[in-house]
């Protein structure tokens, strides 16, 4: 089962995607190198090798052969190492409802949330009110309990925590307040980063996060 | 081993790809079930309770449990809880990582890219998007070499995850084919998919959920009124 391992993790620090795929890692307690990418730059030959069809990353690359997509490359981590904190829950119908919202995250919130920083007028306004509404779904899914699946910290949280990185570039021009919105995702945010070191060891300084919104808006031309 | 009708209710529409993937899985695993009937242009009260996030088809309804949406999710669960009968996803996570990657790949193109060509209106804009649908194909060609291994399906010798993925696009694919005067599967760019499919086609838990091209042209229509193509 534990053999020798090899994996790599092709990587780019401010990836929210990449971001799952080293908590998940981390909760698994195994060993791996990373490369980092120059994925707005300059993309390596092993990226493009191993990730042919989208040439994006994350990227897992496990003993030579690649995973690509985070949600994959996730569960994929999940079924080899089952034997240490188990991110889906055993039971069918509640691994079901974990992917399903799991797949929202991952249809919805990148994309609406790059229109906050790179549209504006009309289009803006119409992804600031959609976000606001995917957030607000959020919010109810999640209700009282610590984690999306209960007492655990599990699939669900690991596809939304990376999102909080990106929180001050995403209030700064969406124009508002996530404490406001919905207070009990930001509570859930602070309580992954406080009592999960899997977390608080992997995801970025907002601030960090915001100044590299503010450069890409410069490369893809886009003026305050 | 049937199982009772009433442990699961489909709710779908028969021009929906998305749910004849889910009927082609049931009928792989000798499911019973009760079929639900949508007009998705005047939505019944149970679908938009059931599927509150999305409101689309299919949605799927087991026994006591709370609805559940998407086909990639309902097939994955299907195949958890009626693993003896007809596994669709293999057991080995590499190949199963694999597998799933593809499905997104179909799920992210193949449809959407159809549903771009309808909505384009001029004759550049066409060319453009078929000539990327001849690229998905081809992408998917390569897909399925390697996963058949020279054996008669994405599964190998029986029909397996992509083969459900991507067969229920069949129905879809022959009529967009038709109206828009082009193949996306051919003897020549791609012959091992073009065989593939007549398999697919013919096969018996397939045929009888792929619907004809009337039920195909009245959902093509009810679209062009209620999602018409962008003005020229």
Same mark, same amino acid.
């Given at each position: 089962?534990?053999?020798?391992?090899?994996?790599?993790?092709?990587?780019?620090?401010?990836?929210?995607?990449?971001?799952?795929?080293?908590?998940?890692?981390?909760?698994?307690?195994?060993?791996?190198?990373?490369?980092?990418?120059?994925?707005?730059?300059?993309?390596?030959?092993?990226?493009?090798?191993?990730?042919?069809?989208?040439?994006?990353?994350?990227?897992?690359?496990?003993?030579?052969?690649?995973?690509?997509?985070?949600?994959?490359?996730?569960?994929?981590?999940?079924?080899?190492?089952?034997?240490?904190?188990?991110?889906?829950?055993?039971?069918?119908?509640?691994?079901?409802?974990?992917?399903?919202?799991? $797949?929202?995250? $991952?249809?919805?919130?990148?994309?609406?949330?790059?229109?906050?920083?790179?549209?504006?007028?009309?289009?803006? #306004?119409?992804?600031? /009110?959609?976000?606001? #509404?995917?957030?607000?779904?959020?919010?109810?899914?999640?209700?009282?309990?610590?984690?999306?699946?209960?007492?655990?910290?599990?699939?669900?949280?690991?596809?939304?925590?990376?999102?909080?990185?990106?929180?001050?570039?995403?209030? /700064?021009?969406?124009?508002?307040?996530?404490?406001?919105?919905?207070?009990?995702?930001?509570?859930?945010?602070?309580?992954?980063?406080?009592?999960?070191?899997?977390?608080?060891? /992997?995801?970025?300084?907002?601030?960090?996060?915001?100044?590299?919104?503010?450069?890409?808006?410069?490369?893809?031309?886009?003026?305050? | 081993?049937?199982?009772?009708?009433?442990?699961?209710?489909?709710?779908?529409?028969?021009?929906?790809?998305?749910?004849?993937?889910?009927?082609?899985?049931?009928?792989?695993?000798?499911?019973?079930?009760?079929?639900?009937?949508?007009?998705?242009?005047?939505?019944?009260?149970?679908?938009?309770?059931?599927?509150?996030?999305?409101?689309?088809?299919?949605?799927?309804?087991?026994?006591?449990?709370?609805?559940?949406?998407?086909?990639?999710?309902?097939?994955?669960?299907?195949?958890?809880?009626?693993?003896?009968?007809?596994?669709?996803?293999?057991?080995?996570?590499?190949?199963?990582?694999?597998?799933?990657?593809?499905?997104?790949?179909?799920?992210?193109?193949?449809?959407?890219?159809?549903?771009?060509?309808?909505?384009?209106?001029?004759?550049?804009?066409?060319?453009?998007?078929?000539?990327?649908?001849?690229?998905?194909?081809?992408?998917?060609?390569?897909?399925?070499?390697?996963?058949?291994?020279?054996?008669?399906?994405?599964?190998?010798?029986?029909?397996?995850?992509?083969?459900?993925?991507?067969?229920?696009?069949?129905?879809?694919?022959?009529?967009?084919?038709?109206?828009?005067?082009?193949?996306?599967?051919?003897?020549?760019?791609?012959?091992?998919?073009?065989?593939?499919?007549?398999?697919?086609?013919?096969?018996?838990?397939?045929?009888?959920?792929?619907?004809?091209?009337?039920?195909?042209?009245?959902?093509?229509?009810?679209?062009?009124?209620?999602?018409?193509?962008?003005?020229?």
């Amino acid at each position: 089962m534990a053999e020798q391992q090899q994996l790599v993790l092709l990587d780019f620090w401010a990836s929210m995607f990449c971001m799952r795929v080293r908590i998940a890692l981390a909760e698994k307690g195994i060993p791996y190198e990373f490369t980092e990418e120059d994925f707005l730059n300059n993309k390596s030959q092993l990226l493009l090798d191993m990730n042919p069809v989208h040439k994006k990353i994350p990227v897992l690359i496990h003993n030579g052969k690649p995973i690509c997509e985070s949600s994959i490359i996730v569960q994929y981590i999940d079924e080899v190492w089952n034997h240490k904190a188990p991110l889906l829950p055993s039971d069918p119908y509640a691994k079901a409802h974990a992917r399903f919202w799991a $797949d929202f995250i $991952d249809k919805k919130l990148y994309q609406i949330g790059r229109n906050l920083y790179t549209t504006k007028g009309e289009e803006h #306004e119409a992804s600031r /009110t959609e976000f606001l #509404e995917c957030f607000k779904l959020l919010e109810a899914e999640l209700g009282d309990k610590s984690y999306f699946a209960g007492e655990t910290f599990g699939y669900v949280d690991v596809s939304l925590i990376p999102f909080y990185s990106w929180f001050q570039a995403y209030e /700064t021009y969406g124009n508002f307040n996530f404490e406001h919105e919905c207070p009990k995702l930001v509570a859930w945010a602070k309580r992954c980063i406080k009592n999960k070191e899997s977390v608080s060891k /992997t995801l970025p300084e907002l601030p960090k996060v915001y100044d590299f919104v503010q450069h890409l808006r410069k490369q893809y031309g886009i003026n305050d | 081993m049937g199982t009772s009708s009433s442990e699961i209710k489909l709710l779908g529409t028969a021009a929906s790809p998305f749910v004849n993937r889910v009927q082609f899985v049931l009928s792989l695993k000798s499911i019973e079930y009760e079929y639900i009937d949508e007009n998705l242009a005047c939505k019944s009260e149970l679908l938009l309770k059931s599927n509150p996030v999305y409101q689309k088809v299919p949605v799927l309804i087991h026994e006591n449990k709370p609805p559940l949406p998407e086909s990639l999710i309902i097939i994955e669960y299907l195949d958890e809880i009626y693993p003896d009968v007809h596994p669709i996803l293999p057991s080995d996570p590499l190949i199963r990582a694999d597998n799933r990657f593809w499905a997104n790949y179909i799920d992210t193109k193949v449809f959407p890219l159809y549903e771009e060509l309808r909505k384009t209106p001029e004759k550049e804009g066409k060319e453009a998007i078929k000539k990327q649908i001849m690229e998905v194909s081809q992408l998917l060609e390569e897909a399925f070499l390697k996963f058949s291994d020279g054996k008669p399906y994405f599964g190998g010798d029986k029909i397996g995850y992509l083969d459900v993925v991507l067969g229920c696009f069949l129905g879809w694919t022959k009529f967009v084919e038709k109206h828009n005067e082009f193949m996306i599967f051919d003897e020549v760019k791609t012959p091992k998919l073009l065989e593939w499919t007549k398999r697919i086609w013919s096969h018996e838990a397939l045929k009888d959920a792929i619907p004809g091209s009337e039920t195909l042209m009245n959902f093509y229509m009810m679209l062009m009124k209620y999602k018409p193509p962008r003005a020229a």
